[in-house]
């Protein structure tokens, strides 16, 4: 089984950084989903699709899914750019 490692990116609706320090490790889709005819809900013979394991650390998601034979894929996470803002810069007529 083929496992994806990475760090979760923060959430589009909040401002914080909450859930983004811990790593999580996910199974990768075995099967395809399937579309059911009479009520239209998406579903999957898979259920380890509902299994999402977070580590603190890389190394130890890297060494749980060694001890336990998986092949992993790492996903680095994109590094975050800040620039220096100033509250005055609002306020400064741009002609």
């Known amino acids: 089984m083929e496992v994806r490692i ?3 990116a923060k959430t589009a609706t909040q401002s914080g ?3 983004t320090g811990r790593w999580v490790l996910e199974p990768a889709p075995r099967g395809s989903r399937a579309v059911d005819d009479l009520m239209g809900w998406t579903g999957s013979d898979d259920t380890t699709q509902q299994v999402k394991l977070t580590f603190a650390t890389k190394q130890q998601a890297i060494a749980y899914a060694k001890r336990r034979g998986l092949a992993y894929v790492i996903d680095e996470p994109q590094s975050r750019t800040v620039r220096p803002k ?3 810069d609002n306020f400064i007529r741009k002609t």
């Open 86 to 88: 100033s509250y005055a």
């Open 6 to 8: 990475y760090r979760p």
């Open 17 to 19: 950084r909450a859930k």
